[in-house]
């Protein structure tokens, strides 16, 4: 199953900036391993109304409970908002449409 998820980091104000940078410097390194393993398969950035920055990911699992297992793994997961959209079938989806039809 796919599934697009959206997380929106808020670090707490009494945070020391030693175990930001230390998360911070092990998030990209732990995104690793789902891109490796097929997990993980597109990752956006998307501004926000409030000046946020926000990351979309799109990823791969075999259920909900697989997905919450890897975005708990993440290091700034107890930092993350984290919106999941199973996305649903669409009749006119281009990965559902014959191959000799994408190249009329």
């Not at 998820?5 to 900036?17: Q, R």
């Not at 393993?37 to 998307?46: A, K, Y």
Request: overall charge negative.
């Amino acid at each position: 199953m796919e599934f697009l998820v959206e997380f929106e980091i808020s670090v707490p104000d009494d945070t020391p900036a030693s175990e930001v940078r230390e998360r911070e410097r092990a998030d990209a390194p732990a995104a690793e391993k789902p891109v490796e393993e097929g997990d993980l398969l597109r990752v956006w950035t998307r501004d926000t109304a409030n000046g946020n920055i926000t990351v979309l990911g799109l990823y791969c699992a075999d259920c909900r409970a697989a997905l919450d297992g890897l975005l708990g793994a993440l290091p700034l997961d107890d930092w993350m908002k984290i919106t999941v959209t199973p996305p649903g079938p669409h009749p006119d989806d281009p990965a559902n449409a014959p191959a000799t039809a994408l190249r009329s």
